[in-house]
């Protein structure tokens, strides 16, 4: 039995009447959560767009479109020194203020960012947050990297020179040459050296070997490196469906590789028989865990993941720094 007219179109009016209030409500809630979040939040008297101030959203599409140091940049501009960039982060670009932050006297910890930093689920001295447990673990390496130390061995040194040399073999013929590639072998030629020992070391500048194939399968991956760590899971599962579809995107676990190489290189060296002939940070931290006075805070598990983060951090600084530093010297052939 059809219904009258007249009802149907009742029904057809109230269900627009209900659509339309639960609209309103809903926008008006919206609009109560902004506000609120503007005049009650915590960072609410540090200057920023309103749209930064109640979500982290913005900022990660900038930074997954690789384009937060831009955005940044022009925050800086329009607000000053210290601006607001997400409902819980500040950027700071004042001399001052900085060194208050990373100053001693406050020991403010670090945010929970550095968590991206562990590795094999153990924190190395970067990626330790409270500023106590980071000054403890700070003197298990300073002795070893301090200048007076490094510059004065001569094996070092002739390991420098001989990796300078290979590298200027590599541009002597005058053809094309890809820098970024070249800066970072030599990185990784250096501080393989001066951390696994000449033994273990890598001749990545003048010998094809797997670890090319890596820091290439690196440097692809640093290009979505924003979306991995904003969105890990989506990530890891879009990751492994990828290579699945194409042996090519094999680069999305380059990560993973680094850590299983790196992981290899450091169990060889500590087991290598002529370990204590060297100067390298794996004897090094192996004589601070014999040492009693580390109450056994040094052990096999934490120096793996301080390995992996010295060898890391120094191969992609130097390259960027290097490259960048060509660059500019292309730009300026007179200097």
Excluded at 6 to 24: D, G, I, M, P, R
Excluded at 303 to 312: R, Y
Aim: net charge negative.
């Amino acid at each position: 039995m059809l219904a009258p007219p007249e009802h149907t179109s009742f029904y057809t009016l109230t269900t627009q009447a209900l659509l339309f209030n639960l609209a309103v409500v809903f926008i008006v809630l919206i609009y109560a959560w902004i506000a609120y979040l503007l005049g009650n939040g915590s960072l609410r008297h540090v200057p920023g767009p309103w749209y930064c101030k109640v979500s982290s959203i913005p900022l990660s599409i900038y930074e997954i479109l690789c384009r937060r140091n831009e955005i940044i940049l022009d925050l800086h501009k329009k607000y000053g020194p210290i601006v607001q960039i997400a409902s819980n982060e500040v950027s700071v670009a004042d001399f001052e203020a900085t060194k208050q932050i990373y100053g001693t006297k406050d020991r403010w910890a670090k945010s929970d960012y550095f968590d991206h930093f562990m590795g094999y689920g153990r924190r190395s001295i970067f990626a330790t947050k409270p500023y106590e447990g980071h000054r403890i673990k700070r003197k298990y390496t300073s002795s070893f990297y301090q200048a007076k130390t490094i510059y004065k061995l001569p094996e070092i040194e002739e390991h420098v020179k001989t990796r300078s040399l290979a590298v200027l073999d590599q541009v002597r013929n005058g053809e094309d040459v890809d820098v970024f590639s070249l800066t970072s072998w030599y990185a990784l030629d250096n501080i393989t050296f001066l951390v696994f020992g000449p033994s273990h070391g890598t001749h990545e500048v003048d010998q094809t070997c797997t670890e090319r194939g890596i820091l290439e399968g690196l440097k692809c991956q640093q290009l979505i490196g924003p979306l991995r760590y904003r969105c890990p899971r989506l990530y890891n599962s879009a990751s492994l469906l990828l290579q699945r579809v194409s042996s090519r995107l094999r680069y999305l676990s380059a990560d993973e590789e680094f850590l299983t190489w790196c992981q290899k290189k450091f169990f060889a060296a500590l087991k290598d028989p002529q370990l204590h002939e060297s100067h390298y940070l794996v004897r090094h931290l192996l004589e601070l865990k014999e040492d009693d006075a580390h109450d056994g805070s040094i052990d096999v598990a934490y120096m793996a993941p301080e390995v992996l983060d010295n060898t890391d951090a120094a191969e992609a600084t130097i390259a960027v720094t290097a490259t960048y530093l060509i660059w500019k010297l292309t730009e300026a052939p007179e200097w």
